[in-house]
């Protein structure tokens, strides 16, 4: 079980303990990989002007846009 995926679980009020070793968890840590895949698809296009900076704030744009994140 991912530790990351299981504290921010947690975070958000999901029971881990109920969840331990459960088809839930299997497909809530799917999920987590799943969006975590997108996110570094989305900064693999993401595209700058050579600049480093320039390239992360459009990798953090694309990722914000992409699954509708306001701040």
Request: charged share 25%; hydrophobic share 35%.
């Amino acid at each position: 079980m991912n530790e990351r995926i299981k504290q921010i679980a947690t975070e958000v009020g999901i029971s881990v303990e109920y969840l331990n070793n459960t088809k839930q968890w299997v497909l809530i840590e799917a999920l987590a990989e799943k969006i975590v895949d997108e996110c570094m698809g989305m900064c693999k296009t993401a595209v700058g002007n050579g600049d480093y900076n320039t390239g992360r704030l459009h990798c953090l744009e694309n990722i914000k846009e992409h699954f509708g994140v306001e701040e």
